[in-house]
């Protein structure tokens, strides 16, 4: 009996102490996860603040097109709040032929798995329509595959509306500016003529030269 116990005892004493070291590297594993996952959280965090803090939209969707994060100045575009517009998709905000412009273009970017710099006319309902520059790539997972899309935007309205003026002021400078070349060169021949006229009339050199003051006069 005294054998058989004192087996016992060894046994679970050696049990207790391997539980106890189990015990401690579960609790050392669980500190490094918390201080991982503290980690992760700050850096989201930090993240977020960046991204809120742009004045330009930026935004992340999913594979089929819905919100999945965006700053306030993404919802600023549709004029409403930010947690409106979050699990929904442009075409619950946009007209419906601009909506439908936009879900083509982030499709063909998250089909290609190619980044894109393009110009997009957006407007909220009732909302003016404006033009912006969006740059937008795909959106990948640890594996590799595509799950959605990051974009990021700058509205280009005033400089469209500038570039649109100074183009049609170029225009217009171009044509006063043929026209002015037109008459000149027409004025230019008429001088031309004249003194090739008055050069035939004239029998002396003296004749010439007063033929060519009256003209040029």
Do not use: C
């Amino acid at each position: 009996v005294g054998l058989v116990s004192a087996s016992v005892i060894e046994a679970l004493q050696k049990t207790v102490h391997a539980l106890t070291s189990a015990n401690d590297r579960l609790a050392a594993t669980n500190g490094a996860l918390e201080a991982a996952r503290n980690e992760l959280s700050d850096s989201f965090s930090l993240l977020d603040r960046i991204i809120e803090s742009s004045p330009d939209p930026i935004f992340v969707k999913d594979r089929k097109g819905h919100y999945v994060h965006l700053n306030t100045a993404t919802a600023g575009v549709f004029g409403v709040p930010k947690h409106v517009v979050t699990g929904r998709r442009d075409r619950d905000f946009l007209p419906p032929h601009v909506a439908s412009r936009i879900e083509e273009v982030d499709q063909a970017i998250m089909a290609e798995q190619r980044s894109r710099m393009i110009e997009e006319r957006v407007a909220g309902v009732g909302r003016e329509l404006r033009v912006y520059l969006s740059f937008k790539t795909p959106w990948f997972d640890p594996d590799g595959n595509v799950v959605g899309l990051i974009g990021s935007s700058r509205d280009i309205h005033e400089r469209k509306e500038l570039e649109e003026r100074l183009r049609k002021a170029d225009a217009q400078s171009r044509l006063l500016l043929d026209d002015i070349n037109h008459r000149i060169k027409n004025h230019l021949q008429s001088v031309v003529g004249m003194l090739d006229s008055a050069s035939r009339r004239s029998s002396t050199v003296e004749e010439a030269r007063t033929a060519l003051r009256t003209g040029t006069s």
